[in-house]
């Protein structure tokens, strides 16, 4: 596809029920970020991959997030036992990765999350 | 640590009027800075990095490593710039903070 693709764009769950968020980045880019974003705050980092590994994930909360890249190109973020904090729109990145275009980030369109 | 702070959440100007978007950064190395945009119903995209020193859309944007600014401004703001701007910071991992992002608001 042309841009980064999110699936699902929205997703209401229940509080203590599992949620899996996909992110299918531009073809080529090798390094993968996840951010969530709150209501009236900007971006927050979570994670992010170069290639298959996770280069940073301090951004995790707790470990109830878990996100994987096995192959180096789709990716999915993973929350057990979710909360209604949790609530949030989850976005998904990629870019070249190092060198000048590095910080120019393709950003997908987001899945929001709602816990009940 | 690397911090993006923006202290203003609203910004609201007439058409024709200056702007400028205040950031500052706390970061212990040599930063990359850049400012996103978010215009309503679209993605978050890139508007500008410093090592590029470009004006974007008639945006500019200076570092000031001694006051550890990075100051988004336009001369003539158009009704067209009303979006969500974020502010954000780029350390030697790679890895991208973002401010809480500013809205600005450019009434005819």
């Known amino acids: 596809g042309a841009g980064v693709s999110q699936t699902p764009s929205n997703k209401v769950t229940e509080k203590g029920k599992y949620v899996e968020l996909r992110c299918d980045p531009i073809?080529?880019?090798?390094?993968l970020y996840w951010y969530r974003q709150s209501l009236g705050q900007g971006p927050e980092f979570l994670i992010y991959f170069q290639g298959t590994g996770a280069a940073d994930d301090s951004g995790l909360p707790n470990d109830r997030f878990f996100a994987v890249r096995p192959e180096g190109s789709v990716s999915t973020l993973k929350i057990q036992r979710t909360e209604r904090g949790d609530s949030a729109v989850y976005l998904c990145a990629s870019s070249f990765g190092r060198g000048l275009n590095t910080g120019e980030l393709f950003f997908g369109e987001g899945s929001r999350l709602t816990v009940l | 640590a690397q911090r993006v702070t923006q202290p203003e959440k609203l910004l609201s100007v007439f058409k024709g009027a200056p702007v400028e978007l205040k950031c500052n950064y706390s970061y212990s190395g040599s930063p990359e800075l850049f400012w996103y945009v978010q215009y309503s119903r679209q993605r978050l995209q890139l508007l500008l990095r410093?090592?590029s020193r470009e004006s974007i859309k008639g945006f500019t944007a200076d570092l000031n490593k001694g006051e550890t600014s990075f100051h988004l401004k336009k001369p003539f703001a158009q009704e067209e710039d009303s979006a969500m701007y974020y502010c954000a910071l780029a350390g030697a991992n790679s890895k991208l903070t973002f401010g809480k992002g500013i809205t600005l608001s450019v009434r005819p």
């Open positions: 410093h090592i």
């Open positions: 073809s080529g880019h090798t390094a």
